[in-house]
């Protein structure tokens, strides 16, 4: 049930009066002898003796106790007073959502940190909701560490809800430490999002090294020895035996749909190449370079979109190497008209120059390849040796 929007103040309350307003106990007040409530802004202010102050002053020392003080010293009181500020603040926060979050935000600025773990672990999906985003985990984690490896088989034997146990375990652990980590925050932030859940958070850390991260957040401790790049096929062949998917179809179109959603460096060779090809069987050299050639394109054509040009990269991809490998003319030749009419109509439609440029060259290299006869007169004509020449010099370094 969607709750109701609801905008916070700051009341200053004497203990006796404590029941008396509506709303969520925050703790210690920064006057002596008060309480602070945070209170929906239309409670009445009618009893003079209970509130001392409305104000949204920023607070950046929490108030300690002064009997905790005198009794075990003044470095337990105020452990005493995070510990108090910050179990109020996830149960508000659980309680009364996003809204109440932003209170905190503003009043607590330099408990930010912790505050956006709090709404983090309130934001993570239930079970039932946690699909794509424990594909997305799974998937991002195998990517990261030794699949012959402990963990690697700890994560494979896991359910949907152990996964998510795993995660609220981990990410309650770091909220609760003296320096909780913006990336542990900014990944599981971006894995809601990318998954199609809602994120409450407000970050603006830039997300690195998801690769890393995320088999750190599946392991009950931080030493994940790190790897060089991911064996995208033996990844694939992982992936479909993971016990928190054994539910799901986990085909070739569902692995590129989940690499597409990520949106990842480290995997468009998987969003890039087309349905029907099997990536289990293609090489891992061969996934490497068209990686490689991927991003380089992307890198100079920022506004061509992957998704929509993975079937024109690999065309391309597959006449640069025609040379040294047929068995990538055998993969593309039972669709070369069908890619032919689709790049086409590609080109009649398009307004970007860039996506206009690739449209034709995608679609040259597919004549090329499947419409003039190799070895003849036409084909080593001026002309196609030239376009030969362009497209594959900048490939072999001519």
Wanted: charged content about 20%.
């Amino acid at each position: 049930m969607t709750q109701r929007s609801i905008t916070w103040r700051c009341i200053h309350v004497s203990q006796e009066d404590l029941h008396h307003i509506p709303g969520h106990f925050v703790g210690l007040s920064m006057h002596s002898g008060y309480f602070e409530v945070a209170a929906p802004s239309y409670t009445p202010d009618n009893n003079q003796h209970s509130i001392q102050s409305i104000e949204n002053t920023p607070v950046t020392q929490l108030p300690i106790s002064h009997e905790v003080a005198v009794q075990h010293g003044l470095e337990h009181a105020r452990r005493d007073a995070f510990k108090v500020f910050l179990t109020q603040a996830i149960k508000g926060i659980r309680k009364y959502g996003p809204d109440l979050a932003t209170y905190y935000r503003r009043r607590y600025i330099y408990y930010r940190p912790w505050i956006e773990y709090a709404v983090l672990i309130n934001d993570l999906p239930t079970p039932s909701d946690a699909e794509t985003f424990i594909s997305m985990i799974l998937f991002l984690s195998l990517a990261g560490m030794k699949l012959d490896g402990i963990l690697s088989r700890q994560v494979m034997a896991m359910t949907t809800e152990q996964v998510l146990e795993q995660l609220h375990t981990k990410l309650t652990r770091e909220m609760w430490s003296d320096k909780p980590r913006v990336d542990f925050l900014a990944t599981v932030h971006w894995l809601i999002v990318k998954s199609g859940g809602v994120s409450h958070v407000e970050i603006q850390n830039t997300l690195r090294s998801v690769e890393r991260i995320v088999p750190e957040l599946m392991s009950r401790n931080h030493a994940v020895e790190p790897i060089g790049n991911a064996n995208i096929a033996a990844v694939l062949e992982t992936l479909p035996r993971c016990r928190a998917l054994s539910e799901h179809n986990v085909n070739m179109e569902f692995i590129q749909k989940l690499a597409h959603q990520l949106e990842h460096v480290h995997i468009l060779a998987i969003a890039g190449m087309p349905f029907f090809v099997r990536l289990d069987l293609v090489p891992t050299s061969e996934l490497t370079g068209f990686a490689t050639f991927t991003k380089t394109v992307f890198d100079l054509c920022t506004s061509l979109n992957l998704y929509e040009n993975g079937e024109r990269l690999f065309a391309i991809w597959t006449y640069i190497h025609s040379t040294q490998n047929d068995e990538l003319r055998k993969r593309l030749r039972p669709h070369a008209h069908y890619f032919l009419a689709k790049f086409g109509e590609s080109l009649m439609s398009a307004s970007n120059p860039s996506q206009m440029v690739l449209d034709v060259v995608a679609m040259a290299c597919v004549t090329s390849l499947f419409l003039t006869p190799w070895g003849t007169e036409t084909y080593r004509s001026a002309p196609i040796l030239d376009f030969d020449h362009m497209v594959k010099a900048p490939q072999h370094g001519y």
